[in-house]
C-alpha cells in the first residue's frame, strides 16, 4: 500500500488529487471539532462518554462529532441510510429498477433520488437529536430554555445547523469522487474513525499504567490483570486486522466454460473463466442493520427517567448481557443472507451464462447451474456472516470475560478501517495503471 502511495505521488495528477482528499479531509475534521450554538460540548462530550449501542455506533461514525455536538455530529448516518434504502428499493419499486438497469444515466437519476433523500433523512434526524439533547443528556445552555422565544429559536438553529451538516458531508464526499482519489463517503468515514485512534491510546495506557503498573503494590493480582491484558489487547488487534485482510480478499471462484462457435472466419469462445465470489459480499451493511435494531430498546430507554429504564428489559439490552450478545449475532447472520439474496439471483446468473455460451462443468445450463450457484452462495454468505458476527462482536466478549469495555476501536472500526485502505489502494492502482496505458497509446 505504501508503495502504490510513494509511486502515485510521483504522478503530477494523482499527487494534486491525493492533496485535495487531504484537503477535503481535513476540511471534514475541522466541521467535526466545530460545536453547533445554544449546545454545551463539554457537557455533552461528558454526557456521551463510554456509549454503547447505537449511541456508540453514532459516535463511531461521526469520528466525534457527535460527542462534541459539532456542525457534523450526523456525519455520513444520513446519506448511508438514504443510500441503503434507495439500493432496497430497487428490488421492490420497478421505476427504481429501471433506473439500475439504465446505466449511467440511471445512475445519475438514483444520486439525485438519493442526495433528497439524504436532506430528508437529515433533516429528520435532526429534529431527533435535539429533543434527545433537550430532554435526556440536559446539554442546552440557559440562553436556550430561558423562555418559550428563545427556546424555539435555540431548536430552530440547532436542526438547521445539523440539516446543514449533514448536507455539507454529502457534498464533501462528492467532491472526492469527482476531484479526488474516489471512494468520498468511505474516506471520511474512514478519517473519522482514524481520529479516535489517540483516544484508543490513551485508554489503553490508563488501563495499563493507572489501573496496572500504579496499583501493582496495593491490589496486587487486580491490577496485574490490566498489565496482561493491555500487551493481549494489542497482540489481538494485530491478529485481528490480518484476519480481516485475509477475509476481505478471500473468494470462491466457480468455474465457467465457454463454448466455441465460429463467426464469419474467426472462431470466438472456447476459453476457461471463473465467476468471482467474496466471502464477505455485504460488507459492514449487516452489523449496522442488527445494530440498530438490537439497539432500540437502548435508545427508548434514554428518552425515559433513570427509574423506568431500570428493569430487566432494558437491562437484557446493554451491551455486557448475553440477550444483546446472541440476538445481535443472529440478526447479523439473517441481515447478511438477507442483503445477499437481494443483490445476487442465481437464475438469472445462469440465464446469462447459457446466453454467452457458458456453462458451468459438471451442470447443466438452466435450472441445475442456478442450484448449484445458490448453493454456493448460501454457503458462502454463511461463512461470511460468522466472520462479521465474530468481528462485531469481539468487543462485547472481551469486556464480558476481561472487565475491559468501551474499546474506541473495536472489530467493525476495523474492519472499516482495513476495508476502506484496501479499496482506495486498488483504486489508486487502476487509476495509475491507466495512465500508464494512456501514454503507452500516446
Not at 484537503?23 to 445554544?38: D, H
Not at 427504481?96 to 444520486?111: D, I, M, T, V
Not at 465470489?277 to 425515559?304: C, E, Q, R, Y
Request: charged share 15%.
Amino acid at each position: 500500500m505504501f508503495q502504490t502511495l510513494r509511486n502515485a505521488w510521483k504522478i503530477a495528477d494523482l499527487r494534486k488529487k491525493i492533496l485535495f482528499t487531504l484537503f477535503i479531509l481535513l476540511i471534514f475534521r475541522i466541521g467535526s471539532a466545530i460545536s453547533v450554538p445554544f449546545v454545551d460540548a463539554a457537557a455533552m462530550k461528558e454526557a456521551v462518554s463510554g456509549a454503547e449501542g447505537m449511541m456508540g455506533i453514532i459516535t463511531l461514525m461521526s469520528g466525534g462529532g457527535f460527542s462534541n455536538a459539532s456542525l457534523f455530529a450526523l456525519s455520513i448516518t444520513p446519506y448511508i441510510n438514504s443510500s441503503i434504502i434507495i439500493q432496497l428499493l430497487t428490488v421492490a419499486i420497478p421505476l427504481f429498477e429501471r433506473w439500475a438497469k439504465e446505466g449511467e444515466e440511471g445512475r445519475k437519476k438514483l444520486n439525485k433520488v438519493t442526495r433528497l433523500f439524504t436532506v430528508i433523512l437529515g433533516f429528520l434526524l435532526s429534529i431527533a437529536y435535539y429533543f434527545m439533547l433537550r430532554n435526556n443528556y440536559g446539554v442546552l445552555t440557559e440562553a436556550a430554555t430561558a423562555s418559550t422565544g428563545a427556546a424555539w429559536f435555540a431548536a430552530i438553529v440547532i436542526i438547521l445547523c445539523f440539516t446543514a451538516g449533514s448536507s455539507l458531508v454529502m457534498w464533501l464526499g462528492e467532491q472526492i469522487n469527482e476531484h479526488g482519489i474516489g471512494n468520498g463517503i468511505s474516506m471520511l468515514l474512514f478519517a473519522g474513525i482514524l481520529s479516535r485512534i489517540p483516544i484508543a491510546a490513551t485508554n489503553l495506557w490508563q488501563y495499563f499504567y493507572d489501573a496496572g503498573i500504579k496499583q501493582l503494590s496495593t491490589a496486587g493480582s487486580a491490577a496485574l490483570k490490566y498489565v496482561i491484558l493491555v500487551p493481549v489487547i494489542l497482540v489481538l488487534f494485530l491478529a485481528i486486522i490480518a484476519f480481516i485482510v485475509l477475509m476481505t480478499d478471500a473468494e470462491r471462484r466457480i468455474p465457467v466454460q465457454y463454448a466455441k462457435k465460429v463467426v464469419g472466419r474467426k472462431m470466438y469462445g472456447g476459453q476457461n473463466t471463473y465467476i468471482p465470489i467474496k466471502v464477505n459480499m455485504a460488507g459492514v451493511l449487516p452489523i449496522i442493520f442488527a445494530s440498530s435494531i438490537v439497539s432500540l430498546p437502548s435508545l427508548i430507554a434514554t428518552f425515559m427517567s433513570a427509574e423506568k429504564a431500570n428493569n430487566w428489559f432494558f437491562n437484557a439490552f446493554k451491551q455486557d448481557s448475553w440477550v444483546y450478545i446472541i440476538l445481535y449475532f443472529v440478526l447479523i447472520i439473517a441481515f447478511a443472507f438477507f442483503y445477499v439474496t437481494i443483490q445476487y439471483n442465481p437464475l438469472e446468473m445462469a440465464n446469462n451464462l447459457r446466453k454467452n455460451s457458458g456453462a458451468v462443468p459438471g451442470y447443466r445450463p438452466g435450472k441445475p447451474t442456478a442450484d448449484f450457484i445458490k448453493k454456493v452462495l448460501n454457503k458462502i454468505t454463511f461463512v461470511g456472516a460468522l466472520f462479521l458476527g465474530l468481528i462485531a462482536l469481539f468487543p462485547s466478549l472481551f469486556g464480558k470475560f476481561s472487565g475491559i469495555y468501551g474499546l474506541s476501536l473495536g472489530g467493525t472500526s476495523i474492519m472499516i478501517v482495513v476495508g476502506v485502505a484496501l479499496e482506495t489502494t486498488q483504486q489508486i492502482e487502476s487509476q495509475m495503471m491507466m495512465r500508464h496505458y494512456k501514454g503507452f497509446l500516446e
